[in-house]
């Protein structure tokens, strides 16, 4: 007789990294519950694995209450908006996916004895002062900002299920997720990567907010889920900083993606959002020494896979250019 899949609960499966966590557990062996209120979330991302006996698609929103039929070993919270243009436009249904939705998940964690895996985020650190950020550092947040709704919504979550950790002994784990990108990210998200690819492939001038001096640190999907995947199964509970330390200026980020889609550079100047950070780059120390991890698809490789997909997957005649 074969033995019994072990199963697993993604939430936010049909958004980007939940997809691809998705992809991930299935070449691993896992029988897959992916669920989603498709707010943000797109079926195309996860209707490859449909047709899969060991799949299953639930659209429902984490928020309200959840329940599973039979047992689950693992729990991954990836249910969330995550771009500005998203949260700022939900910031209700923000706060409560990382308040109710964290709770409900825990407490179903709890009655299944499953080990549960949060998605939080760099944006915890707010606009840092310490630079690069190491996960000891607190953060410099601003609570009742324009991005509060998604900052602090990932600060409670972190509370709450270290809270369900320390009093009731569950297995959690805390994965604070750096600028990631690669296939299946939405276009017109309002995030710099798909913005600056869409801008560059309809020749248009690529939107920098502020002198574009602010950095970030760029990961390829793959490694990050690598990253998610090996943090499932350590022994570690305390925060785990996933991300690539390679930093570049938003500017010199938009000429890379200029040289790369082969246009003329062309660059417009906007005003800087409220409370965007300055600087952005994990101190990855903990991930190597604890899981053995690091990057391994440089920018330029992980930027042409990113670019073949855009190209293969959408038509930029047909894109809207009011969503930029």
């Given at each position: 007789m074969s033995e019994v899949r072990k199963r697993v609960l993604v939430t936010g499966g049909a958004g980007f990294l939940g997809s691809h966590l998705c992809d991930r557990f299935i070449k691993e062996g896992y029988h897959v519950?992916?669920?989603?209120?498709?707010?943000?979330?797109?079926?195309?991302?996860?209707?490859?694995?449909?047709?899969?006996?060991?799949?299953?698609?639930?659209?429902?929103d984490v928020s309200k209450y959840v329940h599973v039929p039979g047992h689950l070993d693992y729990i991954l919270h990836f249910a969330s908006p995550a771009s500005p243009i998203d949260y700022l436009k939900i910031p209700i249904q923000t706060l409560k996916v990382g308040s109710l939705g964290t709770h409900n998940l825990l407490g179903l964690a709890k009655v299944k004895n499953a080990r549960m895996l949060i998605a939080s985020t760099s944006e915890v650190y707010g606009d840092p002062k310490v630079h690069p950020q190491v996960e000891e550092y607190w953060g410099n947040v601003n609570p009742v900002g324009p991005r509060g709704c998604y900052d602090e919504a990932?600060?409670?979550?972190?509370?709450?299920?270290?809270?369900?950790?320390?009093?009731?002994?569950?297995?959690?784990?805390?994965?604070?997720?750096?600028?990631?990108?690669?296939?299946?990210?939405?276009?017109?998200d309002g995030r710099v990567l798909p913005a600056f690819m869409s801008q560059a492939l309809r020749g248009e001038e690529l939107s920098i907010f502020?002198?574009?001096?602010?950095?970030r640190s760029f990961c390829y999907v793959d490694d990050l889920i690598e990253g998610i995947y090996r943090l499932l199964l350590s022994d570690y509970a305390l925060p785990v900083n996933i991300g690539n330390p390679s930093e570049v200026t938003i500017k010199e980020f938009a000429e890379e993606i200029c040289k790369l889609t082969g246009g003329e550079l062309?660059?417009?100047?906007?005003?800087?959002?409220?409370?965007?950070?300055?600087?952005?780059?994990?101190?990855?120390?903990k991930a190597k020494e604890i899981l053995g991890w690091e990057p391994k698809v440089d920018r330029a490789e992980g930027l042409k896979r990113t670019?073949?997909?855009?190209?293969?997957?959408?038509?930029?005649?047909?894109?809207?250019?009011?969503?930029?």
């Open positions: 519950i992916a669920m989603d209120n498709l707010i943000t979330g797109d079926l195309k991302n996860i209707e490859h694995l449909f047709k899969l006996e060991q799949f299953e698609f639930y659209n429902h990932k600060r409670f979550q972190e509370a709450i299920t270290m809270a369900y950790h320390m009093h009731h002994g569950l297995e959690t784990r805390i994965v604070r997720i750096f600028n990631t990108y690669g296939p299946r990210m939405r276009l017109n502020g002198d574009g001096s602010q950095t062309k660059l417009g100047y906007q005003p800087l959002p409220e409370n965007d950070p300055q600087k952005r780059r994990p101190d990855i120390s670019l073949e997909y855009f190209k293969e997957h959408i038509d930029i005649s047909d894109l809207e250019h009011k969503s930029f």
